[in-house]
């Protein structure tokens, strides 16, 4: 079993950057595929970025060019960069991992062997 903790949110203004990171620990692989999720009040569950075992990336249409996901495997650190971030940004923020890719084919999901962190609340201002 992997455990994830997120870190890293908070409150900022409109075009304001933000660095999130996730900790991995327990059963961590390199090979798993690890992203980011994030539910705003009264929206379903979104993906938002992943990154594969080899370091390949995928992110939703509506983050890209503004965020950029990450991992350091020695740390058993996954990383999320968000610039000029937007009031819709306003969303829990979650890590996730999983023996499969958490996007495939414009799909985003976490099987029932994945992991999820607890989140960290990111808050955009206008």
């Known amino acids: 079993q992997v455990q994830l903790v997120e870190s890293g949110g908070a409150s900022v203004e409109a075009g304001g950057s933000l660095r999130l990171s996730c900790v991995a620990s327990?059963?961590?692989?390199?090979?798993?595929?690890m992203g980011w999720f994030r539910q705003a009040p009264g929206k379903e569950r979104e993906g938002v970025a992943a990154?594969?075992?080899?370091?390949?990336?995928s992110y939703a249409d509506s983050v890209k060019g503004r965020f950029t996901i990450s991992r350091d495997n020695a740390k058993n650190t996954l990383y999320l960069q968000m610039n000029n971030l937007k009031p819709e940004d306003t969303a829990m923020y979650y890590c996730?991992?999983?023996?499969?890719?958490?996007?495939?084919?414009?799909?985003?999901?976490?099987?029932?062997?994945?992991?999820w962190g607890p989140g960290t609340q990111v808050t955009v201002s206008a």
């Open positions: 996730v991992a999983d023996r499969d890719s958490v996007h495939v084919a414009g799909r985003w999901y976490v099987s029932a062997l994945g992991a």
């Open positions: 990154i594969e075992g080899d370091l390949s990336t």
């Open positions: 327990g059963n961590t692989n390199s090979r798993y595929s």
